[in-house]
């Protein structure tokens, strides 16, 4: 089986409010050494194992781009684990 584990945020210079929201609350709690925080999505993709690499690789590309993520403002980058049964 392969594992897929997707990584979606926002581009560099889009507006994170839930990233800017949690760095507020962690600073008011003392916590400034803290600088910048990022937020973003996590997802886990699981394909059968005798599919081809290309082909996982093909499909998390078009998932991702189609559904996981707003290509717009967002990047995504997704991480290939073929696990032993």
Not at 37 to 53: I, N, R
Not at 61 to 74: F, G
């Amino acid at each position: 089986m392969y594992k897929v584990e997707v990584i979606v945020k926002y581009k560099k210079g889009i507006l994170n409010p839930e990233a800017k929201t949690i760095n507020n609350a962690l600073r008011s709690l003392g916590y400034n050494s803290i600088k910048n925080v990022q937020s973003g999505k996590y997802f886990e993709l699981t394909f059968p194992a005798d599919l081809k690499k290309s082909e996982v690789e093909n499909t998390t590309d078009e998932v991702c781009h189609k559904l996981l993520s707003n290509p717009v403002i967002e990047d995504y980058t997704y991480k290939i684990e073929k696990e032993q049964e």
